[in-house]
């Protein structure tokens, strides 16, 4: 079942300050959510002033409870108070192909 995760992060002064110390486990996390077939897409959001103050990512789990479990509740962001809310979305992809048009 696909999701899509849209996660603000704290606003606070030592926001981005958390998010970096927690950056280089968030990402190693992801290579292997990647590797495992689970992490479609991901990006940072940016703020007005261009700097990241969010996420969001295209995942693909069995349920929301194992996304939870195996992913959520174990994730640096979350863990390191970097994200202050995390949006999950159930998602269907569309059916794209090159002949449409």
Known sequence: ???IIIARDFKDEKALERR??????HLKNADKLREEGKLVYAAALLNEEGKMAGSIMAVN?????ELN????KNEPYVLGK???TVEINKA???PVTQDRK
């Open 92 to 94: 269907a992809p569309a």
């Open 61 to 65: 789990f069995d349920s929301e409870a």
């Open 20 to 25: 970096m110390a927690a950056r280089t486990e």
């Open 1 to 3: 079942m696909h999701f």
């Open 69 to 72: 479990e195996t992913w959520i």
């Open 82 to 84: 970097v994200w202050e």
